[in-house]
């Protein structure tokens, strides 16, 4: 590529800046009037399936709501028959599975055509035997699926203190709600019979786990006695234990009915408390339904249901990207934003106080009603963003700050990293246990949020505190060898890398760094040919993949921010920045249906639909400032 003429340089800047103010003003238009942003967060079909069949085991049946799910769930088959985990992911036989499940619920005929390729996808993943334990779960409610080929989950595991191996509280918060609750269901072992079976999808082929560790093969041994009590427990101990679950389950329902804000704590709790006798029309069942409703997105005969919400997440960048465009600090929509998330703060103690017991509150939650569960990364995001607005009231911002500050480094965890929810997290036998086949189930430190918390602490003049130097000292030890960063909740080495750059030189690293040139080395080599980055999900399970996939506005602009935080317009730049002019829409958005966030790397995935928006306005209106200052 040959160097671009004076004119020819002037002439991509202008173009750069139209797109931003395009992309700037569409982003303003978006901001809800309460002062918070949020825009869809979509995952896959077994959301749905799942919706229709809790309402299906709680007796709350709706028509045409599944009639309308049922729309959904046709819309998102593939050619091949098959449902997947994320825009363009190989076959999923659980997803498929479940989705199967749920429009033969919807009356759908097993000899239609789409239920027919269905069945040959599932039948050529293995069959309904190998779907993961969860679905297995699903269908052990309807009588497709027997008890006894589920995996132990003794609710007496609620007795075991904090300090015991495997105890609740070595679980990430999303995993031990979730297991909190099946303990019940586990125990309880309900069958709900539906006026059909699933015999076409099985194989007849037997169920053989295949542990990956030592510790696995120990795991499974104990599981078969696990088993064994399960089909004789003591009755005082178990009614005990009912009970104790039952209250602990109570105790964690939000504000707005759910259980920390995200699907699968928040279904198995409603079963949880049907079966130990909660009424579903009253208390906290019909509190949990109502709030499922306010999860769901309308659109004509299409009903779908949203994992989870993003507000705090999706405001906190949102300010970011458009004070990076250059909007003015005392802007009246950024002094609305900043008051919402003031609003938000948490000033409760949730679970994390297990391992901080003398930690005082603060920080924020991803949700809007989360207030037991807030996480590292969403503070040290809002930290950053509220530093931006010239607010009325600076005493309020300077109180937050301090908080939210305070209480994230004394989430800091021993090995110098942060993870998003909990302090060392860290036990991987929790990995091996045979009921946990769903996602990653412990929350440990990752490159990507201990690289925004170092940036937020840069930012604030901290870059020098002990809780800096051994954040730094992690995050350099977790770069990959080719130059890269894992990301635990983007996709994957782009996201990982465009955090850890900007992070690293937030906290004085040198941009001279070899680590650093080394990271920027690789961001140019995996360029795509169009001047876009990409990277596909798949690399989690496949290092093939990892920094290939086809160009996405998000990570794009993810790299472009990595590469601005070394301070050199390069080619790579420049090629960058046309790929976002040139694929931007008239209304100043980007289409982006492939998903670049992450819930569980290699299992869940999130298409976060801001994210086209909110990141790209932020390297465009960086590289917009760049320029005006050389």
Not at 181 to 206: K, N, S, Y
Not at 321 to 346: F, H, Q, R, S, Y
Request: aromatic content about 10%; some cysteine; glycine content about 10%.
């Amino acid at each position: 590529m040959q160097p671009a003429s004076t004119a020819q340089a002037h002439d991509q800047l202008v173009d750069e800046a139209a797109a931003l103010d395009r992309a700037t003003r569409h982003l303003l238009s978006l901001q809800d009037s309460g002062g918070w942003w949020k825009a869809e967060l979509q995952t896959n079909v077994t959301m749905d399936a799942e919706d229709l069949l809790l309402r299906e085991f709680l007796g709350v049946r709706d028509p045409e709501a599944i009639a309308r799910a049922a729309n959904w769930i046709r819309s998102q088959q593939r050619d091949d028959g098959s449902w997947a985990n994320f825009y363009g992911a190989p076959a999923d036989v659980s997803t498929t599975v479940e989705a199967y499940a749920a429009l033969r619920l919807a009356g759908d005929r097993p000899d239609a055509p789409h239920m027919i390729s269905a069945r040959d996808s599932v039948l050529a993943g293995g069959g309904l035997e190998n779907a993961r334990v969860f679905t297995h779960i699903w269908l052990a409610l309807f009588g497709l699926w027997s008890w006894d080929d589920v995996p132990a989950l003794p609710p007496e595991l609620i007795f075991l203190p904090p300090w015991f191996p495997l105890n609740l509280y070595d679980f990430a918060c999303w995993a031990r709600q979730t297991i909190a609750a099946l303990t019940i269901v586990r125990a309880e072992r309900p069958v709900r019979p539906l006026p059909f079976d699933l015999d076409e999808l099985r194989t007849g082929r037997p169920v053989n786990p295949r542990p990956r560790t030592f510790r696995g093969r120990v795991l499974l041994w104990l599981d078969r006695i696990g088993r064994f009590y399960e089909r004789h427990p003591v009755g005082p101990l178990r009614r005990r234990a009912m009970k104790r679950v039952e209250r602990w389950v109570l105790e964690r329902q939000e504000a707005d009915g759910s259980w920390g804000g995200i699907q699968p704590p928040w279904v198995y709790s409603l079963m949880a408390l049907s079966l130990r006798g909660h009424d579903v029309d009253a208390g906290a069942i019909k509190k949990g339904l109502d709030g499922i409703e306010r999860f769901l997105i309308d659109e004509g005969d299409i009903r779908r249901l949203e994992a989870c919400q993003s507000p705090v997440w999706d405001t906190a960048l949102a300010i970011i990207a458009i004070t990076d465009a250059g909007v003015a600090a005392d802007d009246p929509a950024l002094v609305k934003a900043a008051d919402w998330l003031l609003a938000e703060e948490v000033k409760v103690k949730g679970d994390w106080a297990v391992r901080r017991p003398k930690l005082d509150p603060g920080g924020w939650a991803f949700e809007f009603d989360n207030d037991h569960y807030p996480d590292i990364d969403d503070t040290a995001e809002v930290v950053m963003a509220l530093r931006r607005v010239r607010h009325p009231q600076p005493d309020r911002i300077e109180g937050a700050i301090r908080r939210g500050i305070d209480w994230t480094v004394g989430m800091q965890s021993r090995n110098g990293g942060w993870g998003a929810f909990d302090a060392d997290s860290v036990r991987e036998t929790c990995r091996d246990i045979p009921f946990c086949d769903f996602g990653e189930v412990i929350d440990e430190p990752s490159a990507d949020v201990t690289a925004h918390v170092l940036e937020m602490l840069g930012g604030e003049g901290l870059a020098g505190s002990a809780a800096s130097r051994e954040g730094i000292s992690y995050l350099l030890s977790e770069q990959e060898g080719r130059g890269s960063w894992f990301g635990r909740w983007g996709i994957n080495h782009v996201y990982g890398t465009g955090a850890a750059i900007p992070g690293l030189v937030e906290c004085g690293i040198p941009r001279s760094d070899p680590r650093l040139r080394r990271a920027a080395a690789w961001l140019e080599e995996i360029q795509n040919p169009d001047g876009g980055w990409g990277e596909d999900g798949r690399s989690y399970k496949d290092p093939d993949w990892i920094g290939r996939g086809p160009s996405t506005a998000s990570q794009t602009a993810w790299a472009l921010i990595a590469l601005h935080a070394l301070g050199d317009r390069t080619e790579a730049v420049e090629r960058g920045l046309a790929w976002l002019v040139q694929n931007q829409r008239e209304d100043g958005t980007w289409d982006e249906p492939e998903y670049t966030g992450t819930g569980f790397p290699g299992h869940f995935y999130i298409n976060y639909h801001l994210y086209r928006l909110s990141f790209p306005v932020m390297a465009l209106g960086r590289w917009a400032a760049a320029a005006e200052r050389s």
